[in-house]
């Protein structure tokens, strides 16, 4: 299963509303996770099941879809979200992450 | 706290064996899979392969699969990735994760705890 993202980046600003596309080459279901990776740092989880907000990650992001389109919102862009931002899917024991979307400052 | 706690920087020759390691603490180890993923420099996260330390069940990734070795240690929570050989490709930073499921183990949500990481370089 390949995974594209769009765009593979952006600029915004602060208070922005962001949206980053995540497709599958086929049905996964809900089987989709989002991570935030920052420079030198490790991945971390903000996002399981498609729309699951994982324990102690703000309520500014979310996440929709199911099959082969989905979406990550940061509703209003903060200083600390200008991050790499990975899709994975964990439909099949090929647990493929999606090439990543740079998020920087405009 | 939960947490995993990875080995050193490595730096090999091309043809060197290394192996890599990955602690576990704050959960029961034999419990989670525990997955591999390699970030080469500038680049972006590439899923190795996973294990599941109760029965060491293994799944790789077929661009993964007989270019390494992944074991667990049970008696001490430690996870392992393993070269017979290394390469100058090998070069990148590699995260060992934990694999959090649903209660009954049959729907992967994601990996929920990293480890910090291990740069491995490998140059003559």
């Known amino acids: 299963i390949q995974l594209t993202q769009s765009p593979s980046s952006l600029s915004a600003s602060v208070g922005d509303r962001v949206t980053i596309t995540c497709r599958a080459s086929q049905d996964i279901s809900s089987s989709l996770a989002w991570y935030q990776q920052k420079p030198g740092k490790a991945p971390k989880l903000l996002i399981y099941a498609a729309s699951t907000l994982q324990s102690g990650v703000p309520s500014r992001f979310s996440g929709r879809g199911s099959g082969t389109d989905f979406t990550l919102t940061i509703s209003s862009l903060q200083p600390e979200d200008f991050a790499t931002y990975y899709c994975q899917q964990l439909n099949s024991y090929s647990f493929t992450f999606g090439p990543g979307t740079r998020v920087e400052i405009k | 706290e939960v947490q995993l706690v990875q080995s050193g920087a490595e730096v090999k020759q091309p043809g060197e064996s290394l192996t890599i390691s990955c602690k576990a603490s704050g959960y029961r180890f034999t419990t989670y899979w525990i997955g591999w993923v390699r970030q080469m420099p500038g680049k972006g996260l590439e899923w190795m392969g996973i294990?599941?330390?109760?029965?060491?069940?293994?799944r790789y990734s077929p661009s993964f699969r007989g270019q390494v070795t992944i074991s667990t240690d049970k008696s001490i929570s430690t996870a392992y990735l393993q070269w017979s050989s290394v390469e100058a490709s090998d070069t990148a930073m590699y995260y060992c994760?934990?694999?959090?499921?649903?209660?009954?183990?049959?729907?992967?949500?994601?990996?929920?705890?990293w480890g910090q990481g291990t740069t491995v370089t490998v140059s003559s």
């Open positions: 294990i599941y330390p109760g029965d060491s069940e293994t």
């Open positions: 994760a934990r694999l959090t499921t649903d209660d009954y183990g049959h729907y992967y949500y994601g990996f929920d705890v």
